[in-house]
């Protein structure tokens, strides 16, 4: 069961919860889903809105679901998930279904997926995208450690229209 919360009521630090405790990027429709572990963005607040933005490479499959799709969730859990949150953050939907194998499952909140044994769910509507430019780096010591294969991130910004808890947490 979850209860909806309104963004500010959600009090928890955007470092630890991302670059420690990760999150699942999950996309997708009523006949196919796919989701991806995902340690970088962040939450703020941009053209009046509640956003999130979130980085991924064009490699990932999770980006043919996030490019197709208006809306997407970010799912936030308990530590106890953190072993399939590493599986699916390495395993690609491509080759296998890594939801089932991971022994999650999938929910949905207006046609929206998401995974179901989330603490925290965001969901997020698409505002904008654009690739990281490498033209772009001022420093570039970031272009030559994170972008050897030149597989530039593609920058979402979504619109954060919905947060929904876990009741019994
Ligand atoms: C902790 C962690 C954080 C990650 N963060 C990102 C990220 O922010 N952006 C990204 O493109 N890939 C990230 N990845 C890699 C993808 O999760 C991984 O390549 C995944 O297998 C892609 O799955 P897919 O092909 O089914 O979309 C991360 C992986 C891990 C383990």
Redesign the pocket.
């Known amino acids: 069961m979850f209860k909806e919360i309104v963004p500010h009521q959600f009090s928890m630090n955007p470092f630890k919860l991302l670059s420690r405790d990760?999150m699942l990027i999950t996309a997708g429709n009523k006949d196919k889903v796919?989701?991806?572990?995902?340690?970088?963005?962040g939450f703020g607040e941009m053209w009046g809105k509640h956003v999130a933005f979130?980085?991924?490479?064009p490699?990932?499959?999770?980006?043919e679901f996030l490019d197709r799709e208006d809306a997407f969730s970010l799912s936030f859990f308990d530590d106890e998930y953190k072993e399939a949150?590493?599986y699916?953050?390495?395993?690609?939907?491509?080759t296998e279904d890594?939801i089932k194998k991971a022994k999650m499952s999938v929910n949905y909140s207006s046609d929206v997926p998401f995974i179901d044994e989330s603490r925290v769910v965001f969901f997020c509507k698409n505002l904008y995208k654009e690739a990281i430019n490498p033209e772009s780096f001022i420093l570039d010591s970031i272009k030559d450690s994170w972008y050897s294969n030149e597989d530039y991130?593609v920058l979402y910004i979504a619109e954060i229209t919905r947060v929904l808890k876990k009741t019994n947490k």
């Open positions: 990760w796919n989701t991806m572990t995902a340690s970088w963005g979130i980085v991924v490479r490699q990932r499959y999770t980006k949150l590493s699916l953050g390495t395993v690609s939907g491509r890594k991130h």
